[in-house]
T-cell receptor
Framework: GENVEQHPSTLSVQEGDSAVIKCTYSDSASNYFPWYKQELGKGPQLIIDIRSNVGEKKDQRIAVTLNKTAKHFSLHITETQPEDSAVYFCAATGFQKLVFGTGTRLLVSP | EAQVTQNPRYLITVTGKKLTVTCSQNMNHEYMSWYRQDPGLGLRQIYYSMNVEVTDKGDVPEGYKVSRKEKRNFPLILESPSPNQTSLYFC?????????????FGEGSRLTVL
């Protein structure tokens, strides 16, 4: 089945810096790759996703890139702000389900 | 307001005492799922349901049961809870199914089994 690895597990940046979180997946049949943000005490919320027919997608300060050959995808956050502090999960499609990475705790210091 | 509602949000119980965590969604979604979140392990799927009366095991189903008698409700049942089921539980729903559509999560239920 699908296996998703996510790195780093924690990431500390200064406000205004960029942050990059990387994930790799194992199932070459996976075709949908969402990213979720989990704020303290809340459930995860979708922030951006990408499908296998697209190499890059951007939404304001957030972008995701996908390399199907290498089976990895990344989340890029530019001009980070304190409100970006949260846990971020990548995911990839498995059979009838999403398989999540283990999460990255992002801390943005003012 | 579109939402997934879980109850209870917090629960402390003892080994062997049956409990049910309820989940309800008001978005008319066909797909619903339960996850548990543990430090260093991310979100792992327990059970999922593609539609009414259709349920299937996820990656960590041992010790859990579910039912889907109505489209909006998907309760998680722990028949005989054990300490290794201490975790943060999330219910989620999706219109299109987890493979292609956005998952909407509840706010979580933190369960402690003593």
């Amino acid at each position: 089945g699908e296996n998703v690895e996510q790195h780093p597990s924690t990431l500390s940046v200064q406000e205004g810096d960029s942050a990059v979180i990387k994930c790799t997946y194992s199932d070459s049949a996976s075709n949908y790759f969402p990213w979720y943000k989990q704020e303290l005490g809340k459930g995860p919320q979708l922030i951006i996703d990408i499908r296998s027919n697209v190499g890059e997608k951007k939404d304001q300060r957030i972008a995701v890139t996908l390399n199907k050959t290498a089976k990895h995808f990344s989340l890029h956050i530019t001009e980070t702000q304190p409100e970006d502090s949260a846990v971020y999960f990548c995911a990839a499609t498995g059979f009838q389900k999403l398989v999540f990475g283990t999460g990255t705790r992002l801390l943005v210091s003012p | 307001e579109a939402q997934v509602t879980q109850n209870p949000r917090y629960l402390i119980t003892v080994t062997g005492k049956k409990l049910t965590v309820t989940c309800s969604q008001n978005m008319n979604h066909e797909y619903m799922s339960w996850y548990r979140q543990d430090p260093g392990l991310g979100l792992r799927q327990i059970y999922y349901s593609m539609n009414v009366e259709v349920t299937d095991k996820g990656d960590v189903p041992e010790g859990y049961k579910v039912s889907r008698k109505e489209k909006r409700n998907f309760p998680l049942i722990l028949e005989s809870p054990s300490p290794n089921q201490t975790s943060l539980y999330f219910c989620a729903s999706s219109l299109q199914g987890a493979r292609t559509g956005e998952l909407f999560f509840g706010e979580g239920s933190r369960l402690t089994v003593l």
